[in-house]
């Protein structure tokens, strides 16, 4: 799994780049009630919002870490946004996307360099 | 947060895992390890216990040592029946300014001998120099600064705090009583914002932790912030000041105007003789132009304060605006509240808030969200 700055993690599965968020991140945000995904085939640029999630506290953007294609969002979170409390780096996946080059996830941070970023 | 003032818990908040953030001037809990959302439902579910000893606490003391001439002269500031409200009794009332806007919202007693007032945080010296400025020949003005407020709120309130302080149970839905715990006076109010029945306590500052740690030691209680206190209090339908009302906005486009009793209204024993009461008085008789309603979003994206609100889903000038608004999580629905044009505002109306650049429908419905559970 890789890192963003913006507390997203990464990992493929096959020629696919899976998205959710940190755990520290949805500890951040607090109780999710809504999440707002965007729809399949969209064509996404690095660095465009892509997931719009409401906390309890206010809302936030998910940006799309790297350009490609939103190919499978995760229905589950519009009926249990919770889901992003209780497991944000499994079944709390956001998006699916179809990439280039999967590789381009190895440009980013590791687990190490992201708890040091954290702490 | 190195200029922000601190309650007397302060450091029970931090021991207590709160995360602190900056409100009204003072470091404030927002939340504690549980989350808002847990906060919230076990608040309705069993008890919550929340410090608002932010809260300005001030005593109206009258000079002729006779209650009703500070209960007149209080009436000069609100549109509300002071006199009418009987020893060990408190109401709800409404600071106004002479073109009939609300410089604040507060909760006042009669305690027997003087008016005990709680007022809100941010609003609280202004309150004071306020009250000063205009009570002066009649009352004392008293800010009291050496007790914290101490509320707790929820359907076991009720036998928690009777068994550390006998008779809270015997009080009523905005009762007053002087009660004792551990040789301590305390001053409690059946009362809250947050829509349950409960209590908030008014303890001598050097006791306060001891009161909090005792309150907190029994099954039921536990801390909760601000986040929830918000939730709570806008799924009760209540306003927040600042927000919901304030210097622009009447008591009645605030859908406030059950708050003025009919010895103020025209017509009653003491109509008007309060700053705005032409504009209050005329609003009250004709209606106003706008008014504060509650909206319910047909969808689950919350409706947070300052998103616009259109009659129809395309085109158009905005009409409104929503004042308050996020998830209820006992409804577990996005909640709101705002202000809409008087033609708007029947009950089942449709209209539109924008939700980053969607318009989204919402339906204008009655407040409360949730039945309130006073014990009255």
Known sequence: MKYTEEHEWLRTEGDLVVVGITEHAATQLGDVVFVELPDTGTEVAAGDEAVVIESVKAASDILAPVAGEIVEVNAALADNPGLVNEDPTGAAWFFKMKVADPSVIDGFMDEAAYKAMID | MADLKRTVLHDLHLELGARMVPFAGYEMPVQYPMGVLKEHLHTRAAAGLFDVSHMGQVILRPLSGRLQDAAAAFETLMPVDVLGVKPGRQRYGLLTAPDGGILD???????????????????????????????????????????????????????????????????????????????????????????????????????????????????????????????????????????????????????????????????????????GAARILTELAEGPARLRVGLLPEGRAPMREGVELFAAPEGGAAIGRVTSGGFGPSLGAPVAMGYLPAELCRKDTIVYGDVRGRRLPVRVTDMPFRPATYKR
């Open chain 2, 105 to 275: 919202d507060l909760m006042f007693a009669n305690r027997g001998d003087h008016l005990f007032v709680v007022v809100n945080a941010a609003c609280k010296d202004d309150d004071i120099a306020h009250l000063r400025a205009h009570l002066t020949g009649a009352c004392a003005v008293e800010e009291i600064t050496d007790r914290a407020l101490i509320a707790l709120q929820g359907p076991t309130a009720e036998a928690v705090l009777e068994a550390l302080a006998p008779g809270a149970a015997a009080m009523r839905f905005m009762d007053v009583a002087t009660l004792t715990w551990e040789g301590t006076e305390i001053w409690v109010s059946r009362s809250g914002y947050t829509g349950e029945d409960g209590f908030e306590i008014s303890v001598p500052q050097d006791r306060a932790e001891a009161f909090a740690r005792a309150l907190l030691a029994q099954e039921p209680v536990v801390p909760v912030g601000l986040g929830a206190r918000d939730s709570l209090r806008l799924e009760a339908g209540l306003c927040l000041y600042g927000h919901d009302i304030d210097r622009g906005t009447s008591p009645v486009e605030g859908a406030l105007g059950w708050a003025i009793q009919k010895a103020r209204r025209a017509g009653g024993a003491r109509e008007g003789g309060f700053p």
